[in-house]
């Protein structure tokens, strides 16, 4: 049965052209739009190397700061306030302290040079899994020791040595001299956590102040054994901003905000007004919501090209009925044959989504980014296709399912 | 004529609704795309009121640095070392000028202050410059004057306001000598330790729209940066003016002039011209993005459209044959069926309109002003009945070829 309405569907299809065109057009169109969508969305947020244990680790990304003079400000935490409130949590395994990257600029040769500067400690490398193509990570002891070391991705390397080998040679970054002890593989400017063009260990800051300071622009990762300890880590985490000391309660007087991935902290800084509660169901719920009304014109157009064409084969129905087929059966026919379709559509979106990512990531419009269709994209842009493919189905099956088999053997149709 | 074609379209209304309804988001998805391009096409034509050609950003100390000022240690030695730093960068010999602000231009960081007078009140950005700013950037002065080194002595901070927030907070009183800081809560008595905050307006700037070409008119002060004496902040950025011809090699003998002069610091000099350019580019890529998903939409609409029309021109031959043979001319017929599907489109976008103009009406996003709304409206309908028209050329056509015997010996 199912085989004869997929040879019924394939034969209806290359009978109108023009109108397998039109809807072909419109179903992939709308499938690339949502598939790049999801690419970009999966390259933000979804588990990639170097963040190869993501589903046991968390980061303190943003915090709310409260006081009776200064109101309310959401930032990056400072050193001071991670080393003692984050580092100290019990039950996890490591944890990592970091700056958000920013931009520095040095002069080779006359020759301007810009590179992402990140510091960070020995924890990092072990929570990350970066790929090094020579040498290695600094540690802990050279963050303690104030080494001047220094890690490059790739690209930073080419730009200050060419083609040759950079580890235990000199760079200059920002008018200081750092030893690079490794190369690592470049990671995309989109992932909040690694990415970088330089890192360098903490201890290497030029001013102490950072030592003591609440705010500031560093950020905590926090691997725990396994995925299980998380919720304790959290309530640990709470229970720490409980007892919250503050240095000038007239300025801040209270500290809130949670451990959580990237994607959470986002909900969170949205929806969550103290950062308090994760509101990841209510982002995710958003974003399929505006896909969905994305979809309702393309869905309406498709609706509108997929009535006209059942029409034009009133008596193919009428025959139908007139043996006794039921609505039913009808609208299980035609939405075969419309899912067929959206497939066919689909799998051309997709084809044609390959294209323009690769023409973002040929565009250089965010450094190191390789957005791509891997199988986690590909399922979420089956689902949509599926989706899309009942939901413009549904209507004019409907519709046909109703006609009254005399008028549809007539072919006379209002 | 036109009374026909609405009762033509009114009997087969079930399946001409849906042509209506797509129509209908077709016009809500230009509009929205019309409004953004009209808004930033209009704020575009608008003077920068300011050069930033020839111009140098430096900006001092990074951002961990700066946020460890604000809570209130060393901002002493911070404020002579900014003071320092701007002394040695004006007697660079490649230097016309050089001047100290708080917020960089063509960056994504703003100050906003509150404002009062005369029972309005309300946030506006703002900047805090050192006196040879208007000089360096190119600052036309329209009314009063400028800072200059006797305002020292005043006892309030003078600022200077732009067109625009002249126009929303004085109207067509003169701005001069009014004070425009909020009238201090006790809330902000405590923060400022006790002392109220006085801005009097000592003059009027056209404009220094900092974020680019594209930025909307916005209300904007500056403040006279305090080199002394309570309130007094260092400045975070220096804006140098190089003479024009300037090889880009200076930028690296600036960088090391400042590293000598306060070797603790982290600089970072751009040329305005390239810090526009990347804000441009931040600022068009979402909108060409968007651009470009609307146009591929349009074409999908327009493609739907001609297959509905098709299909109706190849079921309706009968009739049409039957207004051939009765004597209706080949234009006759195709104007019939143009005219239907115009009908249509009118009912849909007449809905689209009523709902597009609640957002003027609504001031749904309130800097967006009526006049783009209404030109944006106007441009999306324009657009629609251009795409419907298209869509209509050839199935139009394909009525004018059906014979008047075909109405006869159809069955």
Known sequence: MLRNYLKVALKVLLRRRFYTFISLFGIAFTLVVLTVAAAFLDHVFGDLPPETHADRTRGVYMIRTAGPTTGRTMTFPGYGFLDRYVRTLPGAERISLFTFQEKVVTYKDGARIEAYRKYTDGAFWQILDFRFLEGGPFTARDDQEKNRVAVLNASTRRRFFGDEPAAGRTVEIDGERFRVVGVVEDVSYLRITPFADVWLPIGTLRDEKYRTALHGNFMASILAP?????????????????????????????????????????????????????????????????????????????????????????????????????????????????????????????????????????????????????????????????????????????????????????GALR | ???????????????????????FFSFLVVFAVMTVVVYNLDNYRRPLGFDYKDVLNVNLGSLSDIVAEHDGRSSSTAREESRRLLREVQELDAVEGAAGMAVPAFDLTGMTDEVEHGGRRFESYNDEVTDDFAQVMRIRVTQGRWFEAADDALPYTPVLVNERLKHDLFGSEDPLGQNIAPKPDEHALGRNGGQAPEFRVVGVFTDFREDGELQGPEPYFLKRSRVAGAGASPYYNLVVRVRPGTPASFEERLLERLRAVSPGHTFQVDPLTKMRRSMMTLKLVPLL???????????????????????????????????????????????????????????????????????????????????????????????????????????????????????????
Request: hydrophobic share 55%.
């Open chain 1, 226 to 410: 396994r995925a299980s300890d998380l919720p304790r880590i959290a309530e640990e985490y709470r229970s720490a901003l409980a007892r919250f000391e503050s240095p000038d309660p007239k300025d801040v007087s209270e500290v809130t905000g949670g451990i959580d991935t990237p994607f959470g902290m986002l909900s969170r800084m949205l929806f969550s007004q103290k950062l308090e509660e994760s509101r990841s169901g209510q982002l995710l719920g958003w974003l399929l919501g505006l896909a969905f009304v994305f979809t309702l014109l393309p869905t309406v157009n498709l609706i509108n090209v997929s009535v006209s064409r059942i029409l034009e084969r009133a008596s193919e129905i009428g025959v139908r009925k007139a043996f006794g087929a039921s609505s039913l059966t009808l609208v299980g026919q035609f939405l075969v044959e419309n899912v067929v379709l959206t497939l066919v559509g689909g799998l051309l979106g997709f084809a044609l989504a390959a294209l323009v990512l690769g023409g973002i990531n040929g565009s250089g419009l965010f450094p190191y980014a390789r957005f791509a269709l891997n199988p986690r994209v590909f399922l979420y842009g089956l689902l949509m296709t599926l989706f899309f493919g009942v939901l413009s189905g549904v209507y004019p099956a409907w519709r046909m399912s109703r006609l009254h088999p005399v008028d549809a053997l007539k």
């Open chain 2, 1 to 23: 004529m036109i009374r026909q074609l609405v009762k033509l379209c009114w009997n087969r209304k079930r399946s001409q609704a849906l042509v209506a309804v797509e129509v």
């Open chain 2, 289 to 411: 993005a968007a651009a470009l998903v609307a146009g591929f939409m349009l074409v999908m609409v327009a493609l739907g459209m001609v297959g509905v029309l098709w299909q109706s021109v190849a079921r309706r031959r009968r009739e049409i044959g039957l207004r051939r043979a009765l004597g209706a001319t080949g234009r006759g017929v195709s104007l019939q069926v143009l005219g239907e599907l115009l009908v249509v489109a009118t009912a849909g976008l007449l809905v689209g309109v009523a709902l597009a103009v609640q957002f003027p009406l609504l001031g749904v996003v309130g800097w967006v002003s009526t006049g783009v709304y209404a030109t944006a409206i106007a441009l999306a309908a324009l657009v629609i009945y251009g795409l419907t028209v298209v869509a209509a050329l050839y199935p139009s056509w394909l009525a004018t070829q059906v014979q008047p015997a075909e109405a006869l010996h159809y069955e």
